[in-house]
């Protein structure tokens, strides 16, 4: 029989270092994880990663097993193998309309199903496995992504959170570079607890990274039964470079063009920075930026020519035009920066439209040279509330004005700001885009992102080819150039009668036009490839797709008209289908043999969300949603009896104000309140029902209280959010919040929308919290009670009033009452219309269900935990 399966994939971004901590790979209680192997392929900068685990319930019961994988935002996963007790799953990537179809069908079927979650930044693959005792699972995720280099080198990052010590954990990882390797190097990003122990093997162009920690080195202390491995592994390599022209690799029929010279003189450049100062920035946002800001201004010299826009509801001008990057004007700057205060709102266009104004009166006057670089550089941290708000419009107006030879490069700092909308401006005007994580080394990630493009070398570089030697080529004209950095070109080989493939690189330098060329020969390198036993053969062929799709998703985000829109999707479908790559705009099809059972790894429907975009899908198994104790509007209480396989139904009949306790668990230090809203009165003397407007989770040992209202949430106090492990948040914008404290205790709050001009109805908040909630023996509340299941027998059905439901005795606590078969909305799944969940109703708020009259739990504050005994 099919386990019951569950794959959402939430996209989860990499606040810092210290949330690393919050992710396990692997999941589950009485479980041993026989084995933990991640093997990393690099060949000619393009990587094929393998991450396999091996896993046993060996607990008595049968239970949920997860499997979690952080991958990097650009990669994309190709394949997700499992092995359930014999029972094979392969998948294989399609077109998102035929995996759904398909998984429709083995939805209708009534047979285990789950979805993906493909989201930006940092992605979080998640599996979970429903098994018997003594099940074993093999889990196995492929992703291939190109190497980027920044700062002169390729950096390759695997995210490692084992959960628990492994007997056999190993990372390898394999590079090889046909041209040679000229440096590699490991450091330390896993702390000095694991100093020294990656062994580095290496040739001329070769080398080999194990890491591979003895179940006592990945203990945290001598006696601990935790592991220490959390955090990030990193390998850092640079290659040997003959010549400035580049280097040209021929393989599988497609090329590879890497063009990233050295030893030239950099090009001046001219640069507004333009800093948001409203009231959004106060406090450390500000301070981080001045901190970054006064290294960067450090930066310029005396060819280069800078100027500083400053807005919020006004724009101001530390000086109307560029002036040189002089001792003096800097630091002048400087103090201008320093004595910035924070207030007021956000005006993006004007001041945008301010900076380029400076840029063209200075290239109309003669100021800039010809072979300069003119830029703008935006740091902002939330979306326009003055002026032009409307996102499109700032777009429009931005490129309208932007002249050809100026880029546009945005900083995001922190979740509140549209990121969307600053990558696409940047991309839309020659710039990129980086999100700055508001963390103790925002600073440094600001410098970090200002270095790479502080020193361009390069203007007008374009990549050639002789006629009718290749086709599909990928971008080959570029604006610029920056040191540390590298272009790269890619496409396919005609069949030709040379044995040679030339390529032309012109562009132009300092002072210099340059002009050169470079060729490969057609079988050499497949050749060479064949004798290696690490090396990733069909680099090439993945690699042109990698970039054409990378390319042909940032084309499509800004086609100019639907038309053109789905062009670039059908090709965009055509290339990821053919080239099994998991994209926004395609699924994975898990199937096992005979594809008698379907899984589907989906995206969500708006990719472009931040920090928390995606949805969190929940378990479906054969006999259908799986439940847990819920409070929706009313507010109805449905309580899940596992032991019993029955849910029970209550309404609480109070009064607008009044705050509820639902769980109450001292010994775990931990309450969770919810205070009620009143509908809109229809009429004088009608009833005014009731809804949760506000919950509250409080972890009393750290003083840290969430709040979630139907307009927002609130976490007190803030200073603790990035460094408190204990408490746990997912946010999904506008949809719902998951609170997991002390990994025990997890409450999730669904926030319901309705109609504006409703004339009775509100929006509120329901509240779910699992059955498997770990509560100390001191736990109570209306929800909280029920963590010890009570013992209920179930009798005397007979028909009832309403020849619709019927009635039975329910004998629960000594008393013995008239129940009601009914049904409850569980919205988990669908938000707006809701799934029947049936029940037995207990009348009279609960009465003889709950321990007490229902206003025993009435409390005077949202952090209060409830008086006992009752």
């Known amino acids: 029989h099919l386990p019951n399966i569950e794959l959402p994939f939430y996209p989860q971004n990499r606040l810092n270092s210290l949330w690393h901590g919050l992710y396990k790979a692997i999941r589950g209680d009485d479980i041993t994880v026989k084995s933990y192997k991640v093997e990393s392929r690099i060949t000619s900068r393009f990587c094929h990663t393998t991450v396999k685990s091996s896993v046993v319930n060996s607990g008595p019961n049968a239970q949920s097993i997860g499997f979690n994988v952080q991958i990097p935002k650009r990669a994309f996963i190709t394949n997700f193998t499992m092995n359930v007790n014999g029972i094979m799953f392969v998948g294989s990537v399609k077109e998102k309309t035929v995996a759904r179809n398909l998984y429709a069908q083995a939805r209708a079927r009534g047979k285990a199903a789950g979805l993906v979650r493909y989201g930006t930044d940092m992605e979080t693959f998640k599996t979970e496995v429903h098994v018997p005792p003594g099940s074993k699972i093999e889990f196995e995720l492929h ?51 694991f100093s020294g122990m990656a062994k580095l093997t290496s040739s001329k162009d070769k080398a080999h990274v194990v890491f591979k920690p003895s179940l006592q080195q990945q203990r945290k202390c001598e006696n601990c039964t935790t592991s220490a491995i959390d955090g990030i592994f990193t390998v850092k390599y640079d290659v040997l470079r003959d010549s400035n022209a580049g280097e040209l690799h021929v393989s599988d029929g497609h090329f590879v063009h890497f063009f990233a010279p050295a030893n030239l003189s950099p090009l001046p450049k001219n640069i507004v920075f333009v800093i948001d100062v409203s009231g959004s920035m106060w406090g450390v946002k500000m301070k981080q930026t001045v901190e970054a800001m006064q290294t960067i201004l450090d930066d310029l010299t005396l060819d280069d020519y800078f100027s500083i826009v400053d807005f919020n509801h006004n724009v101001r001008c530390w000086s109307e035009e560029l002036v040189p990057g002089s001792t003096i004007q800097v630091a002048e700057a400087k103090k201008y920066i320093q004595n910035i205060k924070p207030n007021g709102g956000t005006n993006i266009n004007e001041a945008l439209m301010r900076a380029v104004q400076m840029l063209v009166k200075a290239s109309n006057q003669g100021m800039i040279d010809p072979r300069s670089v003119s830029m703008i ?171 054409t799709v990378n390319q042909l998703l940032a084309e499509r985000s800004l086609a100019p008209t639907a038309g053109k829109k789905r062009k670039i999707t059908q090709r965009i479908l055509t290339l990821a289908v053919e080239h099994q790559f998991v994209t926004p705009l395609t699924a994975l099809l898990v199937e096992s043999e005979e594809a008698k059972e379907r899984l589907l790894a989906d995206s969500p429907r708006d990719p472009k969300q931040g920090c928390c975009a995606g949805d969190l899908v929940w378990l479906v198994p054969d006999k259908g949603l799986q439940s847990t104790p819920r409070v929706e509007n009313d507010p109805h209480f449905i309580i899940h009896l596992p032991k019993n396989n029955m849910d029970v139904c209550f309404n609480i009949d109070s009064e607008p104000g009044h705050i509820l306790n639902l769980v109450s668990d001292p010994g775990a230090g931990v309450v969770v309140n919810g205070q009620l809203v009143g509908s809109k009165r229809v009429e004088e003397k009608e009833k005014v029902n009731t809804y949760f407007g506000t919950i509250s989770v409080f972890y009393q040992p750290d003083g840290i209280r ?47 929308r309705v109609w504006k001009k409703h004339p009775t109805h509100v929006d509120f908040l329901g509240l779910y919290i699992p059955n498997n909630n770990q509560y100390s023996s001191q736990a109570h509340g209306l929800i909280g009670q029920f963590g010890q299941e009570p013992e209920v027998r179930v009798f005397n059905l007979h028909q009832g009033a309403d020849p619709l439901k019927k009635e039975a005795t329910m004998e629960v606590k000594g008393n013995k009452l008239v129940v009601t078969r009914g049904w409850q909305k569980d919205y988990r799944r669908d938000k707006k219309r809701g799934s029947d969940v049936f029940c037995w109703f207990i009348h009279n708020s609960g009465k003889g269900f709950i321990d007490g009259h229902y206003a025993n739990y009435i409390v005077p504050r949202l952090d209060s935990f409830l008086p006992l005994p009752l």
């Open 377 to 547: 550089m935006l740091v902002s941290d939330g979306d326009p509330t003055v002026g032009e708000i409307k996102l499109s419009a700032i777009q429009k107006n931005v490129k309208k004005v932007m002249r050809e030879e100026f880029s546009l490069f945005s900083l995001g700092i922190g979740f509140d700001v549209d990121y969307d909308f600053l990558e696409r401006i940047a991309m839309e005007n020659r710039g990129v885009a980086q999100r700055i994580y508001t963390s103790h080394d925002a600073s440094d990630q600001i410098r970090r992102f200002y270095s790479q493009v502080s020193s361009p070398l390069l203007r007008k570089i374009t990549v050639q080819f002789p006629e009718d030697s290749v086709s599909d080529v990928t971008q080959n004209h570029f604006d610029k150039y920056f040191s540390g950095s590298e272009l790269v070109v890619a496409g396919k080989v005609l069949p030709s009668e040379s044995t040679t493939l030339n390529s032309f690189t012109t562009a132009f330098a300092d002072r210099l036009d340059l002009s050169l060329q470079t060729e490969a020969d057609y079988l050499e390198l497949d050749a060479a490839l064949a004798q290696q036993q690490h090396a990733f053969t069909g680099f090439a062929r993945q690699m042109w797709a990698y970039i």
């Open 143 to 193: 992703y291939q992504e190109m190497m980027q280099r920044k700062l002169g080198f390729y950096e390759h990052s695997l995210y490692l959170q084992p959960g628990r010590l492994v007997p056999q954990f190993q990372v390898d990882v394999y590079i090889y570079e046909p041209n040679g390797i000229a440096s590699v190097e490991t450091p330390n990003t896993l702390g000095e607890h």
């Open 706 to 752: 969430y709040i979630s209202k139907v307009h927002g949430f609130l976490f007190e106090p803030h200073a603790m959010i990035p460094v408190c492990f204990r408490v746990k948040v997912s946010i999904v914008k506008d949809s719902k919040v998951m609170v997991t404290v002390d990994d025990k205790i997890t409450v999730m709050v669904l926030l319901h």
